[in-house]
């Protein structure tokens, strides 16, 4: 059997690994990037980091107990991911600089047919998506963009060569990478303006390195870095059940993120202007002690109006106010409905997937969907976390993706699809788990077009474990190997 991957960030590389443990050996990972890791390649910003404490946010088979912090560093994490694939052979399986550019199911050979960019093809049993859902950096359409005269990037594509000391500098967004970045900046740039278009809720977020004693603790005493792990988990699903639960559990954390943000903001106004308006929980929490303080700071701006255009000199705002800068950073995050788009995807009978999306993503558990017959996606629709660690998620999705290929071999071969019906069903449980929750108050990046939430999972990490501990040869249509044709 011949799996090929797509991509090679944390879910591919754990897709890799559950395969080859159990025998499926015949796997390749394509890869665009000139390296693997995936998001911790491609987001390199300063102060980027994961607020997952690192406990959580790593494999359970392979546990580190010298972590710097509590939310390690974008390097740490990258040189762990590298750690855990090298160390297991998963790196030796990885193409990198191969830019996927289709996949499509030939019906008479029962197969996935492969297509990169430099047009390789590549045959494959079982194909895996891993792209993610934040993959693709969104940068708005702003009217006069391209007569802007300075510097832009995208926190995702952070220009290390660009120089920001003693610059005018604009960075647009406040979402979970702008409140990492913009303390790191302020402190580099001579004037910095940050544009909000919605307020956040913030809870805080101590991270400085661990002091030798408590480092010591965790790596020699048995049982320290276990009950870490356990009481992080219960924490995160702590957040979740507050995002369940808005009125009660989501209000005692909205008291809580209220008296923090009380205490960061003196500044009354800056207050008011900072505050958010919709329900605790709506669209995610961040985590951050230092960004509102960063507000605060002399060479330090929010601008609140909204961005009406840009001129070659910067930005113009509703109130005719214009704002001159050397240097546009957009932390204005990814393009979270696209999932594995623009890579084209045909199924059974020629099915494009963007055709069977057009209404919005969706997927039985995240991982399949009917008509794409032996094609698995990891971190798929509905499948983001908003509390814990994607990481759970992953390795959950792996080891599914593995019993599904298993059974597959068992009844020699062929291919396997979910049946409509189930995944139907299971996206209308789904759907239906949403009411009453945080996550319907607002607009979010979570909700498509018709406010359908397209990328959370509804509930806790328990139970998605649960729902996808066992794979269900049930749900699935199995059709043989064709019969090699005789010559
Ligand atoms: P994001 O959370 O989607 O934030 C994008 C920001 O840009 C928001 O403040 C958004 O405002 C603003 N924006 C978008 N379009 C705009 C426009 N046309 N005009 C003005 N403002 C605009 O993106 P992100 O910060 O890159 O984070 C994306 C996701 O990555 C996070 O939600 C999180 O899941 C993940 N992440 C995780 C970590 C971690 O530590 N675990 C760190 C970074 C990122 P609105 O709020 O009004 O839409």
Known sequence: MRVLIVGAGFGGVAAAIELRR?????????EKAPDFGGTWFYNSYPGCACDVPSQLYSFSFAQRRDWS?????????LDYLHGVARSLGIDRLIKTNTRVTGCRWEDAACRWSVTTEAGDVHEADAIIIATGQLHQPSIPAIPGAERFAGHSFHSARWDH???????RVAVVGTGASAVQFVPEVAERADELTVFQRTGNWFLPRQNRRYRPRVKALIEHVPGVQAYRRWFMFEYCEALTLAIRHPRTFGHLLHLRSALFMRSQLRDPELRRRVWPDYTFGCKRVLFSST????LGQPNVELVTERIEQMTPEGILTADGRRHDVDCVIWGTGFKTMDFMFPLEII??????LRQTWAHGAHAHLGMTVPGFPSMFVMYGPNTNTSGGSIIFYEE?????????????????????????????????????RFAGTAWTRC??????????????????????LER????????????????????
């Open 347 to 352: 199924g059974a009978q020629g099915r494009d």
């Open 69 to 77: 912090r509590l939310c390690s560093p974008q390097e740490e994490i």
């Open 396 to 432: 959950a999705q792996a080891a599914y993706i593995r019993q599904a290929l298993q059974h597959l071999k068992q009844r020699g071969g062929g291919a396997l699809e979910v049946r409509p019906e189930v995944e139907a069903a299971t996206d209308r449980e789904l759907q239906a």
């Open 22 to 30: 159990h025998g499926i050996d015949d796997v390749t990972i394509l």
């Open 291 to 294: 960004f509102l303080a960063t």
């Open 468 to 487: 996808t501990r066992e794979f269900a040869p049930g749900d699935f249509r199995f059709t043989p190997k064709p019969a090699p044709v005789a010559v």
């Open 443 to 464: 607009d979010s990046w979570y909700r498509d077009t018709t406010g359908r939430i397209v990328t959370n999972w509804p509930g806790f990490m328990r139970d998605y």
């Open 161 to 167: 060569d660009y120089d920001l000391t003693d610059k």
